[in-house]
Nanobody, 119 residues
Framework: QVQLVESGGGLVQPGGSLRLSCTAS????????MGWYRQAPGKQRELVAA???????NYADSVKGRFTISRANAKNTVYLQMNSLKPEDTAVYYC?????????????WGQGTQVTVSS
């Protein structure tokens, strides 16, 4: 019922920046929150940042001061500005949305976008 499309991933050198975007589409009644998770090989998926429809944000300690999450609610879009990237930021980044649809309240996930921080 909901599709999430991510973009902006790629290869960047340490200290560089990337900006990820995610747009939700479909039969959406409302979105409570959107966020970004990441998963590196051999590791569990972890929350990177989240933002509610009201603008409240939450960040993982490892990215505070370097990453900024923002939103464009009218377009059901969330962004993640990533600065001062480190090799340990390398992972597949997944967009998540907690959304109300006609069938109820559900979590939806994008397909993921690869972020690689390397020389």
């Amino acid at each position: 019922q909901v599709q999430l499309v991510e973009s902006g991933g790629g290869l960047v050198q340490p200290g560089g920046s990337l900006r990820l975007s995610c747009t939700a589409s479909g039969s959406i009644i409302s979105i409570n929150a959107m966020g970004w998770y990441r998963q590196a090989p051999g590791k569990q998926r972890e929350l990177v940042a989240a933002i509610t429809s009201g603008g409240s944000t939450n960040y993982a300690d490892s990215v505070k001061g370097r990453f900024t999450i923002s939103r464009a609610n009218a377009k059901n879009t969330v962004y993640l500005q990533m600065n001062s990237l480190k090799p340990e930021d390398t992972a597949v980044y997944y967009c998540n949305a907690d959304a109300w649809v006609v069938a109820g309240f559900h979590d939806y996930w994008g397909q993921g976008t690869q972020v690689t921080v390397s020389s």
